[in-house]
């Protein structure tokens, strides 16, 4: 328990260094929310015409209203998170593979849709929105990335005790 707790705080404290770095801010981070912001474009106008992507921003061209996907809010961190979990839990390489890339899919589908929730939330009622931003979804991608470990660790060979 011990051994584990020690990689996975150690690897936190590398990947969140790197990610800070500037160089993959500029190539990969903000890329990639700015992928994020049209995705959610993409997704909203399905249903609704009114949603367009400028940079990291997803905006109401009708209202004005735009949510700015800022670090913290676009799920990096999070993957950052669960990634340190699954590379410090002993499991197989083969194992670790999988879980990462169906993780990573997970914590962005659910960030995806609190992108979503939160530019609609807002163009409602900006209280709900502040609540729902600052303290639900929050606590919502942290779940997320906790029961994708879980589930995980569950179906790890590692983790299913061998019969005497």
């Known amino acids: 328990m011990r051994r584990f707790f020690l990689i996975f705080v150690s690897l936190q404290l590398l990947l ?4 800070l770095t500037q160089p993959v801010q500029q190539f990969l981070v903000l890329p990639w929310t700015t992928l994020l912001a049209r ?4 997704l909203v106008t399905l249903f609704d015409a009114n949603a367009a992507a400028a940079g990291k921003v997803l905006w109401n061209p009708a209202t004005g209203f735009g949510v700015s996907i800022e670090p913290g809010c676009n799920g ?3 993957c950052i998170i669960l990634a340190a979990a699954m590379i410090a839990f002993p499991s197989s390489w083969k194992h670790r593979a999988w879980g990462l890339g169906l993780g990573f899919i997970a914590v962005q589908l659910l960030n995806v849709i609190r992108v979503i929730s939160l530019f609609y939330l807002g163009q409602w009622n900006a209280s709900a929105f502040r609540i729902a931003h600052e303290f639900l979804w929050q606590g919502l991608i942290m779940l997320d990335v906790l029961v994708v470990w879980l589930l995980w660790v569950r179906a790890s060979p590692t983790s299913r005790l061998t019969p005497p």
């Open 39 to 42: 995705g959610c474009v993409a």
């Open 16 to 19: 969140f260094g790197i990610e």
């Open 76 to 78: 990096v961190e999070a």
